[in-house]
């Protein structure tokens, strides 16, 4: 704000591990000061909920250290799952002003929880294109006790949440600042997790429709866990690595495009619902990140049944990364684990917690 903004840190709770991203602006943009990942175990971050904060928290703690955050530095976090509800609804015209005093009631009827137990946000899309008169604006409630949950274990670890967003809407805040110049069309952006993929379309660089299909990368290693009768840990390094002792590697193959087959028909679903229920608008190209998009086939699988370009979204594209600091292959190889970090730590301060 006034000229001098601030530097904020974006970490991504992750199911499989916390991500982070340290940014600094400068007059030529943004420049890349730390990027780190600490793995969970598989039972800390379950459907979105922490499980096991001190897990959580001592992971954070890692990060802090290795990356000599300084205490109380301030973060901003994102928050996805049944506990978020992000709807687009339409409002007769009013100010921002009047819609501040009015949107606890508006969305009574929206939300499927007592009104008190959440925190609201919104956004005014714009005019609503079907009623000259009315406005569409997107309502974003969740759960106070699950927002808790998230800024608990922040705050535990020493650092001070100032902005909760959707993982969504982070990933769409790094595609618009890398494509703030006017790139206008139907896109989609999927961030495939290990516990969930989330789909945001945008038209015109706005969000109109949102979706989070309950299916990632722990599919994979559900399956090759029942085929092969491994553990967990076991079966994400035959996905990782393509092959594991007394494992047919041919056999793991087979399986792991079974899961993709599946996951690429969710998507492709949910892209067609989206057209259905849109005007019959069609999606022109899709952009991916998390760490399962980078699933050997997956993205020639996509492209094939959707027959529409898909690509990787680099959040680190347009980020300045010094070449003394990091090793730029291996930036380039992490990128699709960080988008929704990268989009947290683009948020300045100011933005609505
Ligand atoms: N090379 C790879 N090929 C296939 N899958 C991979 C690869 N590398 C990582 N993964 C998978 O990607 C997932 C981790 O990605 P990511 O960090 O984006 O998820 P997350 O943010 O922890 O999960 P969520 O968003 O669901 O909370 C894990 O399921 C992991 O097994
Ligand atoms: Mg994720």
């Known amino acids: 704000m006034f000229g001098s903004k601030k530097e904020i840190i974006g970490i991504d709770i992750g199911a499989s591990a916390i991500k982070l991203v340290q940014l600094k602006e400068s007059k ?38 290795r990356n000599n955050l300084s205490k109380n530095a301030e973060v901003s976090i994102a928050v996805s799952g049944h506990s978020v509800i992000i709807r687009k609804i339409s409002l007769p015209l009013m100010t921002d002003e009047e819609l501040d005093g009015s949107i606890q009631w508006e ?40 927002i808790n949950e998230y800024t608990g274990v922040i705050r535990e670890s020493g650092l001070v949440p100032v902005v909760v967003d959707v993982e969504c809407f982070a990933v769409e805040n790094i595609y618009c600042s890398l494509y703030s110049d006017g790139l206008l069309d139907v896109v989609a952006l999927i961030d495939i997790g290990a516990s969930a993929a989330q789909l945001n379309i945008l038209k015109d660089n706005i969000s109109v429709f949102t979706r989070e299909i309950q299916m990632g990368g722990s599919a994979y290693n559900e399956e090759l866990q029942k085929h092969f009768g491994l553990n967990n840990e076991d079966a994400e390094i035959l996905k990782l690595s393509g092959s594991f002792e007394g494992v047919d590697s041919e056999e793991a193959h087979t399986v792991i495009d079974k899961v993709t087959d599946n996951l690429v028909q969710e998507l492709a679903r949910a892209l067609d619902f989206f057209s259905a229920t849109f005007n019959d608008e069609k999606v022109s190209k899709v952009y991916l990140t998390g760490g399962v998009c980078l699933t050997s086939g997956l993205m020639d699988k996509f492209e094939h ?20 600091v990091f090793d730029l292959e291996f930036v380039k190889k992490s990128a699709p684990f960080y988008a929704v970090a990268a989009g947290l730590a683009t948020r300045t301060f100011g933005d609505k917690i």
């Open 28 to 65: 030529s943009g943004y420049k890349l000061k730390a990027l780190d990942l600490e793995a969970l175990p598989s039972e800390a971050v379950v459907d979105s909920s922490i499980m096991d904060s001190n897990t959580v928290v001592q992971a954070i703690r890692d990060l802090i250290v």
């Open 107 to 146: 969305a009574e009827q929206y939300i499927p929880f007592d009104i008190a137990d959440v925190y609201l946000d919104y956004q005014i899309v714009g005019p609503d294109p079907a009623d000259q008169g009315q406005m569409e604006v997107i309502l974003v409630a969740a759960r106070r006790d699950f």
């Open 305 to 324: 049944s959707l027959e529409m370009p898909v690509a990787l979204l680099d959040p680190f594209s347009r980020i300045g990364v010094k070449e003394s």
